[in-house]
């Protein structure tokens, strides 16, 4: 289920052909051979790096070339070489050719190249062609033929923030406004079904959160939906506890975090070891602080959301009240994840010269 994987047919550029022609000039009769060589076609590499979190890329490309040599030409011009074509693809992808499947590479790290298809050679001139016994070739070479393969593309993806919450909480409404991802989105619990995978992009950055279905009080005991699901959050750096804070809410939100918390320990109690973001849901339908006032307490008309900030201040959670619906403090959200993002990969991105490269081996010939 989590993971993306794409069909891509990548083309090499072909070589370019090698010229047939003699030299001209005044008072030259007989000129010697002058073609020049084809230019090499372009390859295409492939590196793995953080710039992009998912294959979604490939999904819109399903063909990729490269540019072929141009052709030599007289004056023993050699054609220009193809440009290579660089891709960069997220570390945990996997490389295997299409249809059998056999792997190919894995980028198990960031800084890893691959040559996944290598430009055809350039074709000879006649000038290469001409010897002492041989003073004027007629022929040229046709360039090489650039490689062509097509490949599966897989990539596990392993989310760093998953979303908690009661059913109704506003979790996939919060994924659809962040991400790509498309979840149903209903005003009845257990609207999601199965976990959702999102990309979210922030400036040049980007993370990827899982979206879960609804958790309710009773859940280890096999309550809404149970908690098997907890197991795609198990790998996850961070847990965004959504909390509604509307007066539609089934719970007061101190204590739907506290009956949340509860949950995940019964499923496993390095849930809670987790880096928390706990996120103040649906404030749009908050009633409107009547008080014209600007000094005075802006949560006066709401004890709940007061009372859930105090709590967080106190124990140094991070915290943020959104709404997902009226788009308020969605870049803030961002900004706050990004931050715990950076705090928590820093360790995990590879050294750039402890990269390997196979740029040199032979490739799928
Ligand atoms: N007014 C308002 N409504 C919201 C907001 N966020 C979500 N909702 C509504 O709340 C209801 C539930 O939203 P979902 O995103 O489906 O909730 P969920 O947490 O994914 O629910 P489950 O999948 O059932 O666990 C929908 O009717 C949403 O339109 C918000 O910020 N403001
Ligand atoms: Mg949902």
Known sequence: MFVD?????????????????????????????????????????????????????????????AQKGANGS???????????????????????????????????????????????????GNSHFKSSTYQAPKFAQTGEAGETLAVILELKL?????????????????????????????????????PHLGVVYNDDDS????????????????????????KHIERTKVLLYLLDVSPY??????????VLQEELKSYQANLLKKERLVVATKIDLLPANPDPDPDSDPDQESPALRELKEHCLGENIPFIEISAVKEINLKQLKNKLFELYRATTTLDIAKPDAAKTNKEEPTNQ
């Open 249 to 258: 809410a089934a719970m007061p939100p101190l204590e739907a975090f506290a």
């Open 5 to 65: 994987s794409a069909i891509v047919n990548f083309i090499a550029g072909n070589g370019g052909n090698g010229c047939v022609s003699f030299r001209r000039e005044k008072y030259v009769p007989r000129g010697g051979p002058d073609g020049g060589n084809g230019g090499v076609g372009g390859s295409i590499i492939l590196v793995s790096g953080n710039t992009t979190n998912s294959l979604i890329d490939f999904k819109y490309k399903k063909t990729i070339k």
């Open 207 to 230: 993370l990827v959160a899982a979206d879960i279905p609804g958790i309710i009080e009773g859940a280890h005991l096999g309550e809404g939906m149970g908690l098997q699901f907890l």
């Open 158 to 194: 392993i989310a760093f923030a998953g979303l908690v919450g009661f059913p109704n909480a506003g979790k996939s409404t919060l994924i659809s406004k962040i991400s790509g991802a498309k979840p149903k989105i209903a005003d009845y619990p257990f609207t999601t079904l199965s």
């Open 74 to 124: 007289g004056a023993n011009k050699t054609g220009k070489d193809g440009e290579d074509i660089i891709i960069t693809v997220p570390a945990g992808t996997v490389v295997k050719s299409y249809p059998d499947e056999k792997m190919l590479f894995d980028f198990s790290a960031n800084g890893l190249s691959f040559t996944i298809v290598k430009g055809g050679r350039g074709g000879k």
